[in-house]
């Protein structure tokens, strides 16, 4: 089994930045792709970014630009740095985690954290 724990998040004006982080923890060899989604009330969750064990990234298009994701193997941990910040990223953001490389079907995830940006 696999924990994931993340930490960041709050309440930030628009055009600000906030940085997350997700530290994985149990039988983390068995973790490929690692990375962030996102569920704002009434929608369906989203996903933000993901970066492999082989250090590939991607992003959805509406965070393009101004979400980078990182990833330190050494602590097995995730950051997402969050710049430019919109109201509409409003949104319990959740890590999550796979055995592939893929993280459309993660197998592992955090409890999540709000992020609230402000107009």
């Known amino acids: 089994q696999v924990q994931l724990v993340e930490s960041g998040g709050g309440l930030v004006q628009a055009g600000g930045s906030l940085s997350l982080s997700c530290a994985a923890s149990g039988s983390i060899f068995s973790i490929n792709a690692m990375g962030w989604y996102r569920q704002a009330p009434g929608t369906q969750r989203e996903l933000v970014a993901v970066?492999?064990?082989?250090?590939?990234?991607d992003f959805a298009d509406s965070v393009k630009g101004r979400f980078t994701i990182s990833r330190d193997n050494a602590k097995n941990t995730v950051y997402l740095q969050m710049n430019g910040l919109k109201p509409d990223d409003t949104a319990v953001y959740y890590c999550?985690?796979?055995?592939?490389?893929?993280?459309?079907?993660?197998?592992?995830w955090g409890q999540g954290t709000q992020v609230t940006v402000s107009s």
């Open positions: 999550a985690a796979s055995r592939l490389a893929s993280l459309l079907y993660p197998n592992y």
């Open positions: 970066t492999t064990r082989a250090g590939s990234t």
